[in-house]
């Protein structure tokens, strides 16, 4: 028998797990619930009990599944991030430099930006505040860890204040992406200057709810990022 998965021809291993994966995505099994045991799923997709096992400790791995000496085995609350993983798979990091990531960062904000300053509630601008502040704290002392930290920390909130889970999920992807390039490339935003203020444009544009006006301030963050690591 020939499996396929994705349009392409697979092991039973993976055959089962991407399987298995869908139904977890479409809601055939809901978080905190628990799996059929093994048998159950063997005779169900026409495997033996290796395979199973094999594909319920992939999918373990994944975050996906909570496999429970003696209890069986649950699915976790996962989200859209998780299942964006494999990208990282299908990137020739060779071919990925600081250009490409920019340009995607540009791309993706700004319309992140937009959605926010359309969807952010109050409770968001005091979070944003609350970042910000600490920002400017870790600015002043040149604190460059918590600097990089507090700079994706606000970036993921604007994005989760667009309360659109795709785009947050492609910018956390994104994120990773941008930390794994600069580690290898040994280069790091170290200029604190600007910082500060061109986040709090952002900032102020999304609470006077300035679609436009927040999509400009943050392409022109991310121009200015991207110039000092260029």
């Known amino acids: 028998m020939t499996y396929i998965a994705g349009g392409y021809k697979v092991t039973k291993c993976d055959f089962v797990t991407e399987q298995l994966k869908e139904m977890i ?18 005779e169900h997709f026409g495997v033996s009990r290796i395979t199973v096992r094999e594909a319920l400790k992939k999918l373990n791995m994944m975050g996906i599944l909570d496999i429970r000496q003696g ?24 071919d990925v ?8 960062r540009e791309y993706i904000e700004n319309g992140t930006a937009g959605m926010a300053a359309k969807k952010r509630t109050d409770k968001d601008l005091i979070e944003l505040e609350k970042i910000l502040k600490n ?10 860890v918590q600097v990089e930290y507090l700079d994706s920390t606000f970036h993921l909130k604007v994005a989760e204040c667009a309360r659109n889970p795709i785009l947050y999920a492609s910018l956390e992807a994104i994120e990773e ?10 280069k790091y935003l170290t200029i604190l200057d600007d910082c500060y203020e061109e986040h709090y444009r952002i900032y102020e544009a999304i609470q006077n709810q300035d679609i436009k006006g927040a999509g400009e301030a943050m392409t022109a963050h991310t121009l200015s990022s991207k110039k000092v690591l260029m």
């Open 25 to 42: 995505i479409t809601g055939v099994y809901k978080a905190g619930e628990k799996l059929p045991n093994e048998a159950a799923l063997c």
């Open 135 to 144: 920002l400017k704290l870790a600015i002043a002392s040149e604190n460059l």
């Open 71 to 94: 209890k069986g085995t649950f699915v976790n609350q996962v989200d859209l991030g998780l299942f964006m993983k494999p990208l990282y798979q299908l990137i020739d990091f060779e």
């Open 97 to 104: 430099d600081i250009e490409c990531i920019y340009s995607a």
């Open 177 to 186: 992406i941008n930390r794994t390039c600069l580690k290898r490339f040994s």
